[in-house]
């Protein structure tokens, strides 16, 4: 499938975060944690203050800052 290649190419290339760990479990994805609105909508898209709350729980600056 394309759309796995393209993908694993642009893992090679680029640092990815996956935040699906961090929101989901083997069955379901979570649109509220400890208070927190994680979607903004119904396609998937973090509203900004999941994005925000998902940010720091996974530290994100650090992982974006860290060299390789």
Request: net charge negative; with cysteine.
């Amino acid at each position: 499938d394309m759309c796995i290649r393209d993908r694993a190419k642009l893992e090679d290339e680029y640092q990815v975060i996956r935040v699906s760990d961090e929101i989901c479990d083997q069955e379901t994805c979570r649109v509220l944690i400890d208070g927190a609105i994680i979607y903004n909508d119904d396609r998937g898209h973090l509203s900004h203050e999941g994005s925000a709350f998902i940010g720091e729980r996974m530290n994100f600056y650090e992982l974006i800052t860290r060299p390789d």
